[in-house]
């Protein structure tokens, strides 16, 4: 195929590296490109994973690019900032492309691709949502820090919107955003005291006065917040799908899959609030959590984030407390006599999971 032809085709790129989590919300990605295109009846563009872990995507029809830690480290560099590395693989990948979108890999298709492709035209920056004004972060270090320097400059100012990357579209005559973006994190990372969002911060900045921003909420899925309980039903659709991903059953499956976080019927969580009456405090609102996993919902998926439940419950009574949950305390708080009755065995399953060397130690 003439390197004319190839370039005037969309790419979708994904950057997917460590630990095995990352590499299965990719896998869930890119079949849910195929589940809603296949339904719709439209094409799937050309798909390429920079990945450490060439050998995880061989059950789909993509492109891979082996990405080893010392590229990872060059690209983050010079201050050993990670995200850094998204800018650098969407710059180089639009001088082979016409038009590219990256995207993060806690990432569902709603629609087929081709819709997001629709939406880049020239001038425009796609982005997963766009955010508030800069005036309404003055509390960041990122306001504080930067604000006067970057308002001098002309770069910025309080109307400036701010936005999500977890989906950055362009095309290849606009990546000079990218130039100024990754040169905009090279300068303010020292000033930013380890704010996580400095480069969708900088991509901010270099597309202000330059760029119109357009955003996909309604056609891409990112499930950012509580991402735990999500990605459980993404480990349950691999364990039934994972050696063939794409067959029909399961993109059914897929399709199926309520993107929202499964929450127990107002009768269930009465009972927990009853059960819960003799706890005080955060003992009681973390059984109150740990009762909304307990809850047997209908389909397999929802059901499939109980654990989720149990171990977000635990971090949170951990951040809440700073401190460790400990056996006793386990112990003690599900066996409270409305938790013992309503739950019953299923108290085992629960200190068997969040207590694994001490599991003996429950009472039946």
């Known amino acids: 195929m003439p390197a004319s032809t190839v370039a005037a085709r969309p790419l979708l790129v994904y950057l997917a590296f460590g630990s095995d989590t990352y590499h299965q919300e990719a ?96 001038g425009t920056l796609l982005c997963n949502t766009i955010n508030r004004p800069y005036s309404q972060y003055q509390d960041s270090p990122l306001y504080f820090n930067l604000h006067e320097d970057l308002k001098a400059r002309g770069l910025a100012d309080d109307d400036m919107p701010l936005l999500n990357s977890g989906v950055i579209g362009l095309r290849s005559g606009d990546s000079a955003v990218l130039d100024r973006s990754i040169a905009l994190m090279d300068e303010c990372y020292p000033r930013s005291e380890g ?86 405090g955060m003992p009681r609102q973390f059984m109150r959590e740990v009762l909304n996993g307990c809850y047997e919902h209908a389909d397999e998926f929802d059901r499939a984030c109980s654990t989720a439940w149990w171990e977000k419950a635990r971090d949170n009574f951990e951040s809440r407390t700073a401190s460790r949950l400990t056996p006793e305390q386990l112990q003690s708080w599900l066996n409270a006599p409305g938790v013992r009755l309503l739950l019953g065995k299923r108290r085992l399953d629960i200190f068997q999971h969040l207590m694994p060397v001490a599991a003996s130690s429950l009472e039946h």
């Open 27 to 122: 896998l869930f990605s890119i079949a849910s490109a195929f589940a809603v295109s296949r339904e719709a009846g439209e094409p799937v563009p050309d798909i390429l994973v920079f990945t450490d872990k060439p050998e995880a995507y061989g059950v789909l029809p993509v492109s891979v690019r082996p990405l080893d830690k010392a590229t990872r480290e060059a690209w983050a560099q010079p201050h050993g900032y990670h995200f850094r590395t998204k800018h650098v693989v969407l710059r180089q990948i639009l001088q082979e492309r016409d038009v590219a979108l990256l995207i993060d890999t806690d990432t569902v298709f709603r629609v087929p691709p081709a819709r997001l492709f629709d939406c880049i035209q020239p």
């Open 195 to 280: 704010a996580y969002v400095l480069e969708e911060f900088c991509l901010a900045v270099a597309v202000h006065h330059h760029l119109t921003l357009a955003e996909c909420p309604e056609l891409i899925h990112h499930y950012w917040s509580r991402k735990n309980l999500f990605r459980a039903k993404v480990r349950a659709w691999l364990r039934k799908h994972g050696e063939q991903p794409l067959a029909e059953s399961a993109m059914v499956d897929l399709r199926g899959i309520n993107l929202d976080i499964p929450r127990p019927p107002t009768l269930h969580r009465l009972l927990a609030k009853l059960a819960t009456l003799t706890l005080a």
